[in-house]
């Protein structure tokens, strides 16, 4: 069955550390990767997409993601966190309009 | 990138009426859009796939009865929770697919049914 795996559900950085928030996909091919970001009470804003290329793509608010199809990953990262990045993220894959999601990742910002 | 509304943005209702979100896409036409269901803190769930002009295809658990979705123009699908009970309180997504097979997603409705 086609899905997607965020293994960590809650995850806490400093202010200015680098994030690293994994996602795992199983699909039977490779299914088109989106990170999107939700804050509190609002709708997903899109943050990249991977649909073929190059491996690296590079987003919105600084954010970066890396598909590696030998560990059948698209890790988002961001080299400094800003406290405004506080929110849930959720990685999702998409296969023939088939659109699955992680079950997301919180990020928390320390001072 | 292409817009995409929800009305209303959140609906408080009593337990027992019918509740309905519209769901636009506003600055491009969609063929097919998805409602999504999402509980506190966890992650949405696909309830079915709304396609203009024909039935929607509800996803397995997802009563079609109780979720009534038309589809009636290329830029508006409706979603209407009937006899709404409190375990219907959620907040509800929709989605429209573009030509380009990309979804864009509405802001979300929050539905309270007291």
């Known amino acids: 069955a086609q899905s997607v795996t965020q293994p960590d559900i809650h995850i806490t950085v400093s202010e200015g550390a680098s994030l690293e928030l994994r996602c795992n996909y199983s699909?039977?091919?490779?299914?088109?990767l989106f990170w999107y970001v939700q804050s509190p009470g609002q709708g997903l804003q899109l943050l990249l997409k991977y649909f073929s290329g190059d491996t690296l793509v590079q987003g919105i608010k600084g954010f970066e993601a890396e598909f590696k199809r030998s560990q059948s990953s698209f890790n988002l990262r961001k080299p400094s966190v800003h406290w405004s990045d506080a929110a849930e993220y959720f990685c999702?894959?998409?296969?023939?309009?088939?659109?699955?999601f992680g079950a997301g990742t919180r990020l928390t910002v320390k001072p | 990138g292409a817009v995409v509304s929800q009305h209303p943005s959140w609906v408080i209702c009593k337990s027992g009426t019918s509740v309905k979100i519209e769901c636009r896409s506003l600055?491009?036409?969609?063929?097919?859009m998805f409602w999504y269901r999402q509980f506190p803190k966890k992650s949405l769930m696909l309830m079915a796939t709304?396609?203009?002009?024909?039935?929607?295809?509800?996803e397995q658990g997802v009563e079609k009865d109780k979720f009534l979705i038309n589809h009636a123009s290329l830029t508006l699908s409706t979603l209407t929770v009937t006899s709404a009970h409190p375990e219907d309180s959620s907040f509800y997504i929709c989605?429209?697919?573009?030509?380009?097979?990309?979804?864009?997603f509405g802001p979300g409705t929050r539905l309270t049914v007291l």
């Open positions: 999702a894959g998409a296969l023939n309009n088939d659109m699955r």
């Open positions: 699909y039977g091919a490779t299914p088109y």
């Open positions: 989605s429209a697919l573009t030509g380009y097979n990309e979804q864009f």
């Open positions: 709304s396609n203009e002009g024909s039935k929607a295809t509800y």
């Open positions: 600055d491009f036409q969609a063929t097919t």
